[in-house]
Structures are given as C-alpha cells and as structure tokens.
C-alpha cells in the first residue's frame, strides 16, 4: 500500500496555503487517529475534506 505522501508525490498534488489546505501524511498520526476513534463495522462514519481519502 502506498503512502500519502506517496501518493502527492506520484500524482505532484501540493496543498495550496492559500485556501488553507494541508494534508495529514503522517502514518503514525493516521493510526492514532483511528484507534481513538473506536470505529466498527456497525458504525456510519463520514470523511469531511477527504482530500487523498488516508481516513477512508
């Protein structure tokens, strides 16, 4: 599996400062993220600026 930020690099997606755009490439962080959201499969979740999609 590839990861986000190879993702930005093969297809030369940049955030643009601008419009406040940033994108979280940091694996470790994803992890965390998902662990402490205690998601099952019984859940509905929704992804609000999915950006790449690293959540979903």
Do not use: C, W
Not at 13 to 25: A, D, Y
Not at 26 to 49: C, F, R, Y
């Amino acid at each position: 599996m590839n990861t986000p930020m190879e993702i930005l690099h093969r297809y030369r997606i940049r955030p643009n400062k601008r419009l406040g755009q940033s994108f979280l490439v940091d694996v470790n962080t994803i992890h965390k993220i998902a662990a402490a959201a205690q998601v099952t499969s019984e859940d509905i979740v929704l992804e609000i600026g999915a950006g790449i999609g690293v959540m979903t």
